[in-house]
């Protein structure tokens, strides 16, 4: 296995020539800060996860790029960015953030919803406002057609339960009447007597939830 350690590269035993010429490529990127043609490198499969890793460590240097590859004719290189967020959020950055929940490719619906409901992966404290999210996030709940995305969707909505009443409606209306089964229990979760809507009262630590893993 290869691997890029700062502008370090470290070839395994049994690295295959394609990932070390890859990894090298990156190297040669990152040495010149080439933030926009790492994000072009995350279009191509087996040199994604080494670009991406040394975007990571450009942190908000990369920014720039990132924001111009969320609009990307790739889905693979819209839904990296959108993980880079997930880290280097900014409020200038947030408007960009929200109009990936339009997205075809519902990889990028799930990783911006939870980018919007995380507090622990940020460096910054960039936290989104509600009346920025909660309305969009209470539409995928109720209107998304994968299942994955409404999951996500329930932990953006649940922020808020405790205090609008619009959100805990909607969370109940998901317990009620969501076609997932998985959908359906994640969203009790959140409801009034639910584990998680318990010790997320206002005054005590969130805690993060894993997505179901099935549709039906």
């Not at 994604?48 to 609009?71: E, F, I, M, N």
């Not at 910054?124 to 209107?143: D, T």
């Not at 109940?172 to 998680?196: F, L, N, T």
Request: aromatic share 4%; proline share 6%.
């Amino acid at each position: 296995m290869a691997s890029v350690r700062g502008n370090a590269y470290h070839a395994g035993p049994s690295a295959d020539p394609a990932e070390m010429e890859g990894c090298l490529m990156v190297i040669s990127l990152c040495r010149s800060d080439e933030a926009a043609d790492l994000i072009e490198v995350l279009a191509v499969p087996y040199r994604a996860t080494a670009a991406y890793r040394s975007l990571l460590q450009l942190g908000a240097r990369a920014l720039p790029a990132v924001r111009a590859g969320l609009r990307h004719g790739n889905a693979d290189v819209r839904f990296h960015c959108c993980r880079f967020l997930d880290r280097y959020l900014q409020p200038d950055t947030l408007a960009d953030l929200l109009a990936m929940l339009d997205d075809a490719d519902q990889r990028v619906r799930i990783t911006t919803l939870h980018t919007l409901a995380c507090d622990r992966c940020k460096e910054g404290s960039c936290q989104p406002e509600e009346a920025e999210v909660l309305p969009r996030a209470m539409e995928l709940l109720a209107k998304d057609p994968s299942a994955h995305v409404r999951a996500m969707a329930i932990e953006v909505v649940g922020r808020f339960v405790h205090g609008n009443r619009h959100a805990a409606a909607a969370i109940e209306a998901a317990v009620q009447s969501d076609p997932s089964s998985a959908v359906r229990k994640k969203a009790g979760w959140y409801a009034p007597g639910g584990a998680i809507h318990g010790r997320s009262a206002p005054g005590r630590p969130r805690r993060a939830v894993a997505s179901p893993s099935g549709d039906g």
